[in-house]
């Protein structure tokens, strides 16, 4: 379609469910009150590495107003997971990680319920903790999951241990070629273990239906994934499990990955519902959640380019140390994407990289935010400036260098449509003021690219209905948190069926109700449930016109709607109104109900003829660095960005600033602390850190246009990609004002004056 | 042991008892069922709870339940007049400022407290006032634009 | 939970006499409501704020008073303040958020004792006196005698903190509190120095030198071998090298998951010898030869 027909896509109309949020209604999971509801608590293990001898819940049991108390022996033996089935919903036989739920109670009261967990009699035989990813390979590591199996392609006498998942990424022949290269540079770059930190508490309310149903509230951002997993961890059938979203006070993933996110908390919170047989609800504290919830997986990367005199990238090898956590979680994904990202978005014709997921005593990894991709940023975009600095060239220079063009393949993308990528350097060069703008003392400027993997991932429905007056209420798989529910989705519909914006409701899911969906992860809302939405409406367009134009004596194809009046095209005086239309319905099809879907084979097949159209962003930023604290202070931060059309403008802004201000956060200040023991010694907001106003600089977005996607009218996923380059944006400006190159994250001022005072440089 | 709180909420006299441990946003949030002001650190770093108490901006998770004894307190709840919005909540929705919504309510509060210490605030007098409100989702640069937009239309400057 | 509000200093005291060693006096709330959620309920808790007379700032003789239940922001709204005691104003301004500095106590933050407690090293550094109410009598203790651990000081479990007596100091000294963290006021202070500089009447020489340092030892402190180094002597370059060294060797800090000792030894180095270039600038007009 035209931009010049579009009437509301491309612009920012006010939220589907603004007003509710700003006076305050009770729209979250957390503001769920049920009637006779009792209190639930977790009993979480005092050890990151140890076998359960014996639970006694006895004494717990006795306690005046305890309801119910659980642990391993009161749930079915059934494992869940995500590649590697690997964990129940109570620790059985062994705990992995501190914050791993070992038993549960419920009671009339919170205080009742914090007495009742005292009473209950853990003992445990600690084992040797094991907290770096790397070391836990080791032959001499502690091993975690005895019975889990080694990847396969990992050979038996290698001596390997604690890995769940290995990703091998070879292209041409690396070794070779890097014999070959003219310079090679080397080095090892870190990142920490990062919370997502929603500021709504994650919650979860079950009751037993006098039916026998089990109802679960959830603010989880895959109620169906929730859904098959606690119908699964609990021996129920599908159909007498329902799952009720709400609106969710952010997620960024850390919510998304089905009863993982929140270490069983639903099926757990069932489980109690089920044997106090009254509802009962669980509230998360915040410093529980930290220690106990999906996080952003620590990664350890060491890469070796390989290059020549003239700048061109002729190799690179890499290995990767994904910090899985207790449990495979979504470590072994995420840590296959940071694999693959570590070949980077450029042209790359030899590559070897071997990726490790792997067990450890901590958190466990989940989908959050742009999983793998700001890990391996960090590292191949800082190297990218290392090896620009070797050669003697311009940072920007070396990557337009080696930027590939339509029709060419990267590592894990293996035809590409188009490349904006070389156009996002420009402008953000351009923006930033590279080479002209006057910099001061201790003041330095850089740039980080980045993209993220669009394609291959589940499909999605969506459901249209038309009321009687011409309002519409849809059914998408997808929850609010910020997202396409609010935003996209009804100017999708609304553009379709010629309404207002505002007339348009999208509902929160409910499992009995909605399409099934994956998941709001992945950047894929506005590409599934946006294709599924549109093609909804124009099916229910088409069923409209088909009945309207009976009545008007014409032909479906000569109808248009405008002003929610069906005409004919040319006679706008021949018109009938939506809403009789739409009331007329129940007397020939019942009611208007439009129905589409986004089919991922036929979107592989396109991206197979044609190549996909990946959203490639470049940000840029100049820092002052305080050479006697290390503080580092950004003066100035563009992101520029190719998102194909965007559908709500200042929401894809508001994207883009907000996973830009959580890298930016990763980058300066954000890290989970661990003693030797695995104690994670900074769960509070007091001493994990996040970025408060004072210390964001203006995030200045550019959008480019002319790299339509595959989403509807061209649309990209704007959710996690901004996630990508900050941190070794950031890290590159510092050494362009120092000379200093820090290869662990955080920046923070210690890491940073560490490193001026290591290179003599304060 | 209980204790009575006789206060007056949103200009409403409101009576109830709790447990003297009750916090002020487990008052709202529990005993009055008012669930705007939002639940999240409990700590008194994210700013999430804040409500107006004696014209004062306060984290109300860190404050006694019995301190409201007298008190005139204002919520996210009593700023809006019927349908018509308060200014700040109406430029929280025209700037694109609500993504997912939880810090909002305590983030307008702080905001109309900003907004009637001074009607045209400068960048010092916004990170002032809202450096104790943290927002996970929007990078603040919207936030920033629907104070400036509800400064001037408050002062029909725009 | 017990729970009491005394009408007065005495009702208050009798109270404490009672129940001190269960309960918890409670002023503004913002760290004892943490404890009551985080920690274990206590016994009872004691507040404090329906007691008159105990909140505002007046002057008095050559200096201040302070009542114990004045908020941060009350501190940081006093144009007094600003003007006669521009090192604990620079405190309060640092203190947290304007959310928390609208509840939080002077009283709260003393009586708290923590190492990192913002009002503490200029309060050192001010020849700052408590004054503290116990059955049996009342007792002025200057603050360099008031703590004695982390979370413990003079007031014990069955004293009261009343008020702050702050002289005014010497004519032409100027001070400052310079506070370390990541992301600003809203953090626990990494490291807090604060300095107080009087220069003679000629304005060549120091005369008076007084280094308070907070965060970076189990009480906040007075760094008095650095004191005694500077005193009579002018602010020249090698000097504030030496002093800033041993203003850092003076301080114990220890590793925790914010920082680790050696980094803050670094910043209390650095803070030292900013805090003496800035006053001493603003005391002689002089630049550090």
Known sequence: ?762 | MSVTINTRINGQSVSASADASTSLLEFLRDVLEMKGSKLCCNTGECGACTVIYNGKPINSCVTMAADANGAEITTIEGLADGAKLHPVQQAFIDTGAVQCGYCTPGYIMSVKALLDRTTKPTQADIEEAVSGNICRCTGYNKIVDAIHLAADRMAGRV | ?289
């Not at chain 1, 391993?72 to 109570?90: F, K, M, Q, T």
Request: overall charge neutral; aromatic content about 4%; hydrophobic content about 40%.
């Open chain 3, 1 to 289: 939970m017990e729970y009491f509000e005394p009408k007065s200093v005495s009702e208050a005291l009798a109270v404490l006499a009672r129940h001190g060693a269960e309960a918890k006096v409670i002023a503004g709330g913002t760290d004892v409501m943490v404890d009551i959620k985080f920690k274990e309920e206590p016994g009872g808790l004691i507040n404090i704020k329906k007691i008159p007379g105990l909140s505002g700032i007046a002057e008095h003789g050559a200096g201040l008073r302070i009542g114990a239940l004045t908020t941060i922001r009350e501190i940081e709204t006093s144009a007094l303040m600003r003007e006669k005691l521009p090192v604990l104003w620079e405190a309060a301004h640092q203190f947290a958020s304007l959310q928390v500095r609208n509840t939080a106590t002077i009283g709260g933050n003393i009586c708290r004792a923590s190492p990192s407690g913002e009002t503490l090293a200029p309060l050192l550094v001010l020849d700052a006196r408590a004054k503290l109410a116990f059955a049996d009598g009342e007792k002025s203790v200057p603050f360099t005698a008031f703590f004695q651990g982390p979370g413990k000081c003079s007031a014990g479990v069955h004293g009261l903190l009343t008020e702050i007596e702050i002289p005014y100091p010497p004519a032409g000294s100027r001070g400052v509190y310079l506070k370390h963290a990541v992301r600003g006021a809203m953090d626990i202070a990494m490291v807090g120095v604060a300095v107080l500089l009087t220069p003679d009447p000629g304005k060549n020489n120091i005369q008076d030198a007084r280094i308070g340092l907070g965060a970076v030892a189990p009480t906040p402190l007075r760094a008095s071998k650095t004191e005694a180094l500077l005193r009579g002597k002018p602010l020249a370059a090698a000097l504030l090298k030496e002093a800033a060294a041993l203003a850092a060797s003076e301080s114990s800090p220890i590793n925790d998951q914010r920082s680790s000792a050696e980094y803050r030894r670094w910043i209390v180095e650095a803070l030292t010898r900013r805090g003496l270039e800035q006053t001493w600038k603003a005391a002689t007009g002089k630049e550090v030869a």
């Open chain 1, 1 to 762: 379609m035209a931009k010049a027909e579009l009437k509301v896509i491309g612009s920012s109309p006010a939220r589907m469910g603004g007003v509710e949020r700003v006076v305050g209604k009770g729209v979250y999971g957390i503001d769920l009150m049920l009637k006779d509801q009792l209190h639930g608590a977790i009993l979480r293990s005092q050890y990151a590495h140890a076998k359960i001898v014996s639970i006694d819940t006895s004494e717990a049991k006795k306690i005046p107003g305890v309801h119910a108390v659980v642990s391993a022996e009161d749930a079915p033996n059934v494992r869940y997971g995500r590649s590697y089935i690997d964990r129940h919903i109570l620790a059985r036989g062994k705990v992995r990680f501190m914050g791993d739920p070992v038993a549960a109670v419920a009671a009339d009261s919170p205080a009742i319920a914090k007495q009742a967990l005292k009473k209950i009699k853990v003992v445990y035989e600690p084992l040797p903790v094991v907290i770096d990813p790397e070391e836990a390979t080791r032959p001499n590591a502690p091993v975690l999951h005895e019975d889990m199996p080694l990847p396969k392609t990992i050979p038996a006498d290698s001596g390997m241990k604690n890995i769940c998942g290995h990703t091998v990424v070879k292209v041409g022949d690396a070794e070779k070629a890097m014999a070959e290269a003219d310079l090679v540079v080397e080095e090892m770059y870190e990142t920490k273990m990062i919370h997502p930190q929603y500021l709504e508490p994650r919650i979860a309310a079950a009751q037993m239906e006098p039916n026998g149903r089990l109802t679960v509230w959830a603010n989880a951002q895959a109620p169906f994934p929730v859904r098959q997993e606690v119908a699964k961890t609990l021996g129920l059938a599908l159909n007498n499990v329902r799952v009720i979203s709400a609106g969710l006070g952010g997620g960024f993933g850390g919510k998304g990955s089905g009863i993982t996110s929140g270490a069983a908390i639903e099926p757990i919170c069932g489980l109690l519902a089920i044997k106090a047989k009254r509802p009962v609800m669980i509230v998360l504290d915040k410093a529980e959640e930290t220690i106990s919830t999906t996080i952003r997986a620590g990664a350890k990367m060491y890469i070796k380019t390989g290059v020549k005199k003239d700048g061109t990238i002729v190799a690179r090898t890499g290995k990767v140390f994904y910090d899985a956590g207790g449990y495979s979680g979504f470590g072994v994904q995420a840590g296959g994407r940071c694999a693959n990202m570590l070949g980077g978005w450029y042209l790359m014709p030899n590559c070897h990289i071997e990726g490790y997921s792997v067990y450890t005593n901590k958190q466990v990894c989940g989908p959050v935010r742009g999983p793998g991709g700001p890990q391996a940023a960090f590292a191949v975009e800082s190297h990218m400036d290392s090896i620009a600095a070797k050669l003697g060239m311009d940072p920007a220079e070396f990557r337009l260098k080696n930027i590939p063009k339509a029709g060419d393949k990267i590592v894990g993308v293996p035809k590409l449509r188009d490349v904006s990528l070389g156009e996002t350097i420009k402008i953000a060069k351009e923006k930033i003021g590279w080479g002209t703008v006057k910099l001061e003392k201790n003041q330095g400027i850089g740039i980080a690219t980045g993209s993220w993997i669009e394609s291959a991932g589940p499909g999605g429905g969506a459901i249209v209905k038309v009321n009687e007056d011409g309002s519409v209420t849809v059914h998408i798989g997808k929850i609010d948190m910020g997202t396409i529910p609010g935003f996209g989705i009804p100017m999708i519909v609304a553009e379709e069926l010629g309404i207002p914006v505002s007339d348009v409701t999208v509902v929160n899911v409910d499992t009995d109700a909605s399409p099934w969906d994956a998941g709001t992860v992945g950047s894929r809302g506005i590409l599934v449930s946006g294709t599924a939405a549109r093609l909804a409406a124009i099916d229910a367009r088409n069923q409209i016109f088909k009945m309207a134009a009976r009545k008007l004596e014409a032909s479906p194809d000569d109808l248009e709607i405008v002003d929610k009046q069906i005409r004919v095209k040319g006679t706008p005086a021949k018109a009938v109104a939506l809403a009789a239309v739409a009331t007329d319905a129940h007397n020939v099809i019942g009611e208007v109900i439009g129905r589409g879907y986004c089919d991922n084979l036929e979107l592989m097949a396109e991206e197979k003829a044609h190549g996909s159209s990946q959203p490639f962003t470049t940000h840029a930023c100049i820092v002052e660095v305080n050479p006697d604290t290390g503080n580092v202070k950004i003066l100035k931060y563009v992101a520029v960005h190719d998102i194909g059309q965007p559908i709500h403008k200042a929401a894809v802004e508001g994207q883009i600033e907000g996973a830009a201000a959580m890298s930016i956060g990763q980058a300066l200040c954000e890290q989970v602390v661990f003693d030797p023991n695995g104690r994670t010694m900074n769960p509070s907001f007091v001493d994990y850190l996040m970025p408060t106003i004072n210390m964001m600089p203006r995030i200045e977005t550019t959008l480019v246009p002319g790299y339509p996607g595959a989403g509807p009218y061209g649309a990209k996923g704007a959710g996690e990609i901004a996630c990508v380059p900050p941190m070794a944006c950031i890290a590159n400006a510092i050494f362009n004002a120092t000379g200093v190159r820090i290869n662990k994250l955080p920046l923070s001022p210690e890491n940073v004056l560490r490193g001026l005072k290591a290179a003599g440089k304060a």
